[in-house]
């Protein structure tokens, strides 16, 4: 009796090495797959359709709603190919849950991201990634890091386009004349707030902002938002 009892504990043994083995083997081809989801990601350089059988349509966005985005936010449209950030494993599981619905592999992968994020030909933020459909749109696969707040749209708000940017130095040039003292503009020590100083004061503070603007845009922006939106270079 002890030797057949030696023999089930054997087996049942014998039996959860084989069950861990089969274990193994799904999660190392799980791995394989995520792998190559990952490859397809990093690799893809240009748009290429899709046929979803069902789309989610709070996940469906057109690529004037895309557009508009990036140019409040300053952000780029690119092919996933041009991300030098990470992709993370939920972005992966996404996709293959898309692929697993869909029925076939999804291809043609856009990440919309800030310009910093991408690896663009002359050169922890908030991307996400895309696939294009058909008709057009755009099907949200996944978004991870920060989500894009409205402080970022005001900061974008200056070079979303050259009636922005002049807009944004007249007044930053008003509000800075408006607050300098009176005494330092006029040696009259009675006179009040309001005077021709002023506005002279308000004429050299535009000249010298629009010098200093003309200046930093050549060194540091060099395309509006309305330009550089799907663009691959930096300026």
Not at 13 to 30: F, N, P, T, W
Not at 210 to 229: D, K, L, N, V
Request: overall charge positive; glycine content about 6%; hydrophobic content about 45%.
């Amino acid at each position: 009796m002890r030797h057949t009892r030696e023999e089930e504990l054997a087996e049942l043994l014998r039996g959860q090495a084989s069950l861990m083995q089969d274990v193994y083997a799904i999660l190392e081809q799980a791995d394989k797959q995520d792998e190559l989801v990952r490859a397809a990601i990093r690799s893809t350089l240009k748009r290429r359709t899709n046929h979803l059988p069902v789309p989610d349509p709070s996940r469906i966005f057109s690529l004037e709603d895309i557009r508009g985005t990036c140019i409040r936010y300053r952000l780029r449209f690119l092919p996933s190919g041009r991300f030098r950030g990470t992709i993370p494993h939920e972005a992966v599981h996404a996709v293959r849950r898309l692929e697993a619905k869909a029925g076939h592999p999804v291809h043609g992968f856009m990440i919309m991201a800030p310009a910093k994020r991408f690896q663009l030909c002359d050169c922890d933020a908030d991307p996400m990634l895309f696939v294009p459909l058909a008709d057009g749109n755009f099907h949200l696969v996944h978004q991870w890091g920060r989500e894009i707040g409205p402080w970022r749209a005001a900061m974008g708000w200056p070079v979303r386009t050259w009636r922005h940017l002049v807009i944004t130095v007249v007044l930053a040039a008003a509000i800075f004349s408006a607050l300098l003292p009176a005494a330092w503009l006029t040696n009259d020590v009675h006179a009040g707030w309001w005077g021709g100083f002023r506005f002279g004061a308000f004429f050299c503070t535009t000249m010298v902002a629009c010098a200093a603007t003309a200046f930093g845009w050549m060194a540091f922006f060099g395309q509006f938002s309305t330009e550089a939106w799907d663009s691959e270079t930096f300026n």
